[in-house]
Nanobody
Framework: QVQLVESGGGLVQNGGSLTLSCAAS????????VAWYRQVPGKQRELVASIADIMGGRRTDYADSVKGRFTISKDDSQKMMYLQMNNLRPEDTAVYFC?????????WGQGTQVAVSS
């Protein structure tokens, strides 16, 4: 069973920056699609950013609300993925989850809290 562990969350002021990290217990990020999601209590989990390596090319997607502010990346050799978050806003406050999937395999981390004060 693959385990994903997030870190890097915390409290930051409006306009500040944070970098979230996600460590995998096995070397899967070179094959699996990876993504960051976030969830606010009472609301559905929202896709924030994703990377998919398809047919030798890489596709990166972002939610409209974070385009130009967040950057997703991964380091396959280090079994790590990241979410660089700049110019954070109070509406970015949420629990952030990393996700990795391939076919029937779908793995989630436990989540890390990000809080942005106004």
């Amino acid at each position: 069973q693959v385990q994903l562990v997030e870190s890097g969350g915390g409290l930051v002021q409006n306009g500040g920056s944070l970098t979230l990290s996600c460590a995998a217990s096995e070397k899967i990020f070179g094959i699996y699609a990876v993504a960051w999601y976030r969830q606010v209590p009472g609301k559905q989990r929202e896709l924030v950013a994703s990377i998919a390596d398809i047919m030798g090319g890489r596709r990166t997607d972002y939610a409209d609300s974070v385009k130009g502010r967040f950057t997703i990346s991964k380091d396959d050799s280090q079994k790590m993925m990241y979410l660089q978050m700049n110019n954070l806003r109070p509406e970015d406050t949420a629990v952030y989850f990393c996700n990795s999937r391939f076919g029937k395999y779908d793995y989630w981390g436990q989540g890390t809290q990000v809080a942005v004060s106004s």
